[in-house]
């Protein structure tokens, strides 16, 4: 899809206009983080992280995750240029395309992004749906690189809650905010089989990272 020249300068505007307002609010957040070492052991390792997350938990990340190449799916329409451009803004790389359209394209893109060094990131359960269930592409692109899945959740003491698909939260100014890495999920190869295991697996690894980060937010109140 090409946008025109018109829908480029209103992306550009408000990408202008978000990224300083999103970027104030994540540095007011107090962060709890657990597993951080789990993405240290995958890079020493020599390998990178495919980072996998719900749709609905993905701005706090954006601060957490900055600033380390970390490339991400956005759609080829006007809702992914502007936000590709705050992606880019935050120091993420980005493959175009989707579910729906380029999505194979894209994970060709991420595929060769991983194999020369660059982290990856999936909102699995994206881009429309359904909330909770994730799609096969995750597993696809680890099984196909050998790199592995690192799955993490996000809750917060305060928070939005968006009247979307996927319910998505944006924790309020000054919340205390848990980020919990849970341990690296490697795939062996991409058939079926494989496939619909890993699905399982890292559906099973976010609800228990979900329990986690709501345990590390017990007795907080901001």
Known sequence: MTLSASDRLKAGAIALTAYPLIAALCWTYRWRV???????????????????????????????????????????????EWIARILHRFGFGTARGSTSRGGARALVQMRRDLLAGK????????????????????????????????????????YWTLRSWDRTQIPKPFSTVALVIGAPIAVAGTDDRMLERTVAEVEEALRSLEQRALEALHGFHG
């Open 34 to 80: 657990e597993g951080a070492e789990h993405y240290d052991r995958v890079t020493a390792a020599g390998r990178q992280p495919i980072l996998a997350l719900w749709h609905g938990r993905i701005l706090p990340g954006l601060h957490y995750f900055r600033n380390r190449g970390v490339v991400v799916i956005t759609s080829q329409n006007f809702d992914g």
């Open 119 to 158: 982290p990856a990131a999936f909102t699995v359960d994206g881009p429309r749906g359904p909330a909770r269930v994730v799609q096969p592409g995750v597993a696809f692109l680890a099984g196909a690189t050998g790199h592995p899945i690192l799955p993490y959740h996000i809750e917060s003491t305060r």
